[in-house]
């Protein structure tokens, strides 16, 4: 599905992205990071613990373990300081798993349970990349409520990432 240099250079944008949004994040009034919003998870904040917990789940999946989550619209992080910390360092545990592997670990099939109980198999390279769209995905979500503030959001772009991060 996907090489160990994609691999590599997918995780690395996340964290980067990452950093940039609560970077943009912290310097936002603190009221709107809880203000009510049109939005599945209510908030940004609600937006942001939902990608962690599917952060979780996903690492859960390729170490082979259990989660226990039974969804994954918890706000288990309600601060904003606490919820980057444990994004930072989820973000460092696929950086360091996406370094480790090999085209075959990559393609390695993994079987797995989602949290509404059906069963599933995805390669390894194909849940990295599903935690990085999904990341994305919401990222656009949170952008959207930036707009509404309204306050600029940060610049997240791949290919911004690339320009700024040599290597890839």
């Known amino acids: 599905m996907i090489n160990v240099r994609t691999a590599r250079?997918?995780?690395?944008?996340r964290?980067?992205?990452?950093q940039?949004?609560?970077?943009?994040?912290?310097a936002l009034?603190?009221?709107e990071l809880n203000r009510k919003r049109v939005s599945v998870f209510n908030n940004i904040i609600g937006t942001?613990?939902?990608?962690?917990?599917?952060?979780?789940i996903w690492q859960a999946h390729l170490e082979g373990r259990g989660?226990?989550?039974k969804t994954s619209h918890g706000l288990l992080h309600p601060e904003l300081t606490e919820l980057r910390l444990v994004q930072q360092e989820i973000d460092q545990w696929f950086c360091g798993w996406s370094s480790a592997q090999t085209e075959d670990s990559l393609d390695k099939p993994i079987e797995f349970t989602s949290v509404s109980g059906e069963n599933g198999?995805?390669?390894?390279?194909?849940i990295l990349l599903h935690v990085v769209n999904n990341a994305s995905f919401h990222r656009g979500w949170v952008v959207q409520m930036y707009c509404e503030i309204p306050a600029m959001p940060p610049i997240t772009?791949?290919?911004?990432?690339?320009?700024?991060?040599?290597?890839y």
């Open 48 to 56: 942001l613990n939902h990608v962690y917990v599917v952060d979780c």
């Open 15 to 18: 964290r980067w992205a990452d």
């Open 9 to 13: 250079m997918l995780a690395d944008y």
């Open 121 to 126: 198999v995805m390669s390894a390279g194909a």
């Open 29 to 31: 009034p603190p009221e």
């Open 20 to 26: 940039r949004l609560f970077d943009s994040l912290m």
């Open 157 to 167: 772009d791949l290919p911004v990432f690339l320009r700024e991060v040599p290597g």
């Open 67 to 69: 989660h226990g989550f």
